[in-house]
Antibody, heavy 122, light 114 residues
């Protein structure tokens, strides 16, 4: 079955960087995209960006421009999120999800990874 | 950005009764070239990842029970659970994928058993 498995929880100090991985299985990785969404404690979902696993094209939410890099490694069907200059308010559960393309647009997110808790604290 | 507003914030419904959750977008998510509404609904249970329930505003995702249905068009949408089951306790979110520059979610509606 289609599955996304994310890397384990991380604890980082302010100013540090974090890398979260998302390994896909059960489908042809390069025919879909991967989106990243985060949920801070007690908050709703915040879309961060997407990456095409076909050609590596990316689109980042303006809020994360300059701090966020999304990449994929097609040989291992793995997507990566790199977030730099971490702040305490980056503490959140980070999710990856598969996204399909309909025409020129990425559409709904299905399935989601199990989530990775990133805690930023001094 | 397209702002998604759900109502109510929380809802308590008796087992077997109907549950209705509303979602309003700040601008239309109906794409005129294909007459499709770019709206999805997700179910989020504690300790689990979100699960896709509905896409194109009214199409059920794979394996989703038929007691879940979506309706609406343009800016006003509804998720209906026709007969509430205990396993439906969750937080429900609507999400627009019309704006490719910024996907946005509603704030969530917490559904509980009365």
């Amino acid at each position: 079955q289609v599955q996304l498995v994310q890397s384990g929880a991380e604890v980082k100090k302010p100013g540090a960087s974090v890398r979260v991985s998302c390994k896909a299985s059960g489908y042809t990785f390069s025919t879909y995209g991967i989106i990243w969404v985060r949920q801070a404690p007690g908050q709703g979902f915040e879309w961060m960006g997407w990456i095409s696993a076909y050609n590596g094209n990316t689109n980042y939410a303006q809020k994360f421009q300059g701090r966020l890099t999304l990449t994929t490694e097609t040989s291992t069907s793995t997507a990566y999120l790199d977030l730099r200059s971490l702040r305490p308010d980056d503490t959140a559960l980070y999710y990856c999800a598969r996204v399909k393309k309909d025409g020129a647009r990425w559409v709904w997110f299905d399935p989601w990874g199990q989530g990775t808790l990133v805690t930023v604290s001094s | 950005d397209i702002v998604m507003t759900q109502s109510p914030d929380s809802l308590a419904v008796s087992l077997g009764e109907r549950a209705t959750i509303n979602c309003k977008s700040s601008q239309s998510v109906l794409y005129s070239s294909n007459n499709k509404n770019y709206l999805a609904w997700y179910q989020h249970k504690p300790g689990q990842p979100p699960k896709l329930l509905i896409y194109w505003a009214s199409t059920r995702g794979s394996g989703v029970p038929d007691r879940f249905s979506g309706s609406g068009s343009g800016t006003d949408f509804t998720l209906t659970i026709s007969s509430l089951q205990a396993e439906d306790v969750a937080v429900y979110y609507c999400q627009q994928y019309y704006s490719v520059q910024m996907y946005t979610f509603g704030q969530g509606t917490k559904l509980e058993i009365k």
